[in-house]
C-alpha cells in the first residue's frame, strides 16, 4: 500500500496471484489475478488497531458470486518476520567478517607489525601503518562479535518465524504482510447483500459515492498517465535530473512526496539500473586502488602522496553519495533522511573505514615495494587472493546480479543501504 494503490502478489492454495487497485483515502479497491485462472474483485475499507495492526474490511465479487471478506495486517507477526530477516542479513554479515579476518586482515596486519618493527619509517608513514592495521583489526575482530550476537538476539526474537525467514533477495511483495483471510470465499445470495446492515458492511457504497467514486478515480488516473509520463527521463535530463517529474508532483501541495514503501533488497532486486549505478562506484573505487602501486611515488624517502589521499576521499565519498541516492528511493531511506539523517552518520563512517582499509593495505604493498622490502611478495599474495578474488569480484558480481543482496551490500561496504534492509512486503 502507499499514497494512491495497491500492488504486491504472492501464492495461495488456488495458485499464484497479483494483486493491482487503488487506494483513496481509507477506501481499497483491488483485483486479485490469478496466472491463467479468474480474477476476484475487492472492495473495502481500511482500519488502524489499537495494537498497531491494520486490517481491511469490506466485499468481494467473481462473477455472480459474493461475501464479505477480511485481511489482517499482524503487527507481532510482521515484527517476528523482520527479526527473521534480520537474523539472516546477521549471519552474512558475520561471514563476510570472517572472510576478511582470515583473508586479509590476519595476515596483513602480522606483515605490517612485523615491518614497523624491522624497519625504520618516517614518521607519516608510522602512523598511516599504524591507521591502517587498527581498522582492518577493528572491522574484522568486532564486526563478526557483534553480528553473532545480533542474529542470536533475532532468532529468540522471531521465534516460530525463524524456520522459514524472509527470502533477502527481494522479489514480489504483498500489500499487506502476514494477511489473515477470513470468510474469504464464503458466498452469500443477492437477498442476503441487500439485506445487509449498517456497520462494517456499509463500505457498500451508495450509487451516488460510487458515480463520485468513478469520476474521481478517472481524475485520479489522468494524473498517474502524466506522472508516468514525466517519470521517463529524457537524455537532456541526465545532468539536471528528472525536473518534469517533481512539477507534476509539486503541482498538488496537499500530496505528500510519492516514496514507495518497499525494501532496498526490492530496489536493488529489480531495478537494473540501480545495480548498474552502485556496480560503476565500486569499479570506480577498485580501479583506482589497483593503479596506487603503479601511479604514484610510495618511496621510504617521504610520506604517501597527498595527491593519492584526495582522491581516495572524493571516491569514497561519490559511493557514500550513491547509497544515500539509493535510499532515498525508499520510504523508509526517505523518512530516515529527512527527520533522522543522524542515523547514517555510523553507518557513513564505517563505509569509510571499510573503503580505507583496502586503500591503505595497497598503499602498504607499494611502499614496501618500493623501499626493497622482500615481504611485499607476501603482502602481495594475500592482497590479490584475500581480497581481490575472495572479496572484490564476488562482491560486484553479486552486485550486478542481485543475488544474496546483504552479502553483496557488506563486500562493498554499502552500509547505508545494509541499515535499511527489511523483508519485501514489511
Known sequence: LDNSSVRGGGSDLVGDFVLDGTKNGGLIKFTKLYEGQHALEYEGKLFDLEDGSQKIVGMWSCADQKGDFELLRDLQLERKREAAFNMIVARMKMNV???????????????????LMEHKTTPWQFYFTVASVSSGILLSILGPLVEAV?????????????????SVDGGAFMCCTGMAHRSEFQTTSKAAVKGLGMGEHELLLSKRRATYRLELEAQEAAYKARIEQAREQSNGELLSGNTDYIEVLMEKPDEPALVPDISIADVVASNKGVRQILSFGVLLYWSYII????????????????????IFLCIASFNMFLQ??????????????????????????????????????????????????????????????????????????????????????????????????KPSGS
Open 324 to 421: 544515500i541516492w539509493c535510499a532515498a528511493l525508499t520510504k523508509y531511506g526517505y523518512l530516515t533522511l529527512v527527520h533522522a539523517p543522524q542515523k547514517f552518520g555510523a553507518s557513513l563512517f564505517l563505509t569509510l573505514l571499510g573503503l580505507f582499509g583496502s586503500y591503505s593495505d595497497i598503499a602498504f604493498i607499494g611502499m614496501i615495494r618500493q623501499c626493497g622490502s622482500p615481504l611485499w611478495i607476501p603482502a602481495g599474495c594475500i592482497y590479490f587472493v584475500g581480497v581481490i578474488l575472495a572479496q572484490a569480484l564476488p562482491g560486484i558480481l553479486m552486485l550486478v546480479l542481485g543475488y544474496k543482496i546483504p552479502a553483496a551490500l557488506k563486500l562493498n561496504e554499502m552500509n547505508v543501504l545494509i541499515m535499511l534492509l
Open 291 to 310: 593503479c596506487v602501486p603503479f601511479v604514484f611515488d610510495l618511496s621510504c624517502e617521504h610520506a604517501i602522496p597527498a595527491e593519492s589521499h584526495v
Open 150 to 166: 545480533n542474529a542470536r538476539n533475532c532468532r529468540l526474537a522471531a521465534g516460530e518465524a525463524a524456520e522459514q525467514p524472509p
Open 97 to 115: 567478517g570472517l572472510l576478511r579476518f582470515f583473508c586479509e586482515d590476519l595476515g596483513l596486519s602480522c606483515i605490517q607489525i612485523f615491518y
